[in-house]
């Protein structure tokens, strides 16, 4: 797979230092500039052409959203992930509105990151990751569909290509699903799925067509 050209905007050195950390970390990614002030992230998306921006809601100078819009206007190919300590619902949306490819709150697992910007360059729609749950036995999509690909007898490694997410991300959302389930392992689990069917596609059998016995895989 060719490396993903990545343009990080942050103005907190905490922040741009970890996620650099974590971009240079990945094969998938490669990080072309980074910017401090909004006023940079023009010019720097002009001179190093990324496939995708990281953006940060808040940054001095210009904010977010302003840099987003005049992204979108002057180079529609480039997709933008905004970045933020928040998921307020109408933040959010408002990211969607102005043509962001993805959304990804501070808190989440590093992996993660690179799931948004993988997200972003395969024409998936907008994604927004990290929002906090309803209550911890809530699972996600991504949860549900991980763990449908693992009950389907796929290993970690099979799970991510199918969902274009990494095996560590893979590993991860089974964490999520393990906790908020209560369970030990993924056989556990996808047997709680059928029989509660918390599937996330309509009623109480939801997911149940789509989900065969679970294949035991440690």
Not at 128 to 150: M, N, T
Request: glycine share 8%; charged share 25%; with cysteine.
């Amino acid at each position: 797979m060719e490396t993903i050209r990545v343009l990080i905007a942050d103005d907190h050195p905490l922040m741009l230092r970890s996620l650099r950390l974590v971009l240079d970390g990945s094969h998938q990614v490669e990080v072309v500039g980074e910017a401090t002030t909004g006023t940079q992230v023009l010019p720097l998306v002009e001179s190093t052409r990324p496939q995708v921006v990281l953006l940060d809601v808040q940054l001095p100078e210009l904010d977010g959203f302003s840099c987003l819009d005049r992204i979108v206007a002057s180079y529609p190919k480039v997709s933008v992930v905004m970045v933020s300590a928040t998921d307020h619902p109408r933040t959010i949306d408002e990211a969607e509105k102005r043509g962001a490819s993805g959304y990804i709150v501070k808190t989440v697992a590093p992996e993660e990151f690179i799931e948004a910007i993988v997200s972003s360059t395969q024409g998936h729609g907008f994604v927004a990751i990290g929002l906090a749950d309803p209550g911890d036995s809530h699972l996600k999509a991504r949860d549900l569909a991980v763990l449908e690909a693992v009950a389907r007898g796929l290993s970690n490694k099979e799970s991510g290509k199918e969902l274009w997410i990494t095996e560590q991300t893979v590993k991860f959302h089974l964490g999520n699903i393990f906790r908020k389930l209560e369970v030990a392992n993924r056989t556990e689990a996808a047997r709680v799925v059928f029989d509660r069917g918390l599937g996330h596609t309509g009623g109480p059998n939801a997911g149940s067509e789509r989900m065969p016995p679970a294949t035991t895989r440690r």
